[in-house]
Nanobody, 119 residues
Framework: VQLQASGGGLVQAGGSLRLSCTAS????????MGWYRQAPGKQREPVAD???????NYADSVKGRSTISRDNAKNTVYLQMNSLKPEDTAVYYC??????????????WGQGTQVTVSS
């Protein structure tokens, strides 16, 4: 399985970005796709994820400002981020986890896409 992320960039505070991640290869139908981010000097943290059944989780830090969605036919997950803040600056990584949140299987990571929010 390979994950290709895109959509990062430089944006002013208050702006918006849409991240996309497409998975290719032999993909099990039961999976959770999501986004994590890692800021300089900090640990990687979850941002949002969405199960193949459509269940969604958001980190408190992005709740109300971001929307995650997926197109199962295209094996693609999207993250629409609005009202961006300088603290959202990080490398954003796409993740695909086989199974469910309660019974996770093998996981895969994309290459990361840089999001920089200027004040």
């Amino acid at each position: 399985v390979q994950l290709q992320a895109s959509g990062g960039g430089l944006v002013q505070a208050g702006g918006s970005l849409r991240l996309s991640c497409t998975a290719s290869g032999s993909i099990f139908s039961s999976n959770v796709m999501g986004w994590y981010r890692q800021a300089p000097g900090k640990q990687r943290e979850p941002v949002a994820d969405i199960g193949s059944s459509g269940s969604i989780n958001y980190a408190d830090s992005v709740k109300g400002r971001s929307t995650i969605s997926r197109d199962n036919a295209k094996n693609t997950v999207y993250l629409q981020m609005n009202s961006l803040k300088p603290e959202d600056t990080a490398v954003y990584y796409c993740n695909l986890q086989y199974g469910t949140r309660m019974y996770p299987g093998r996981g895969f990571w994309g290459q990361g896409t840089q999001v920089t929010v200027s004040s």
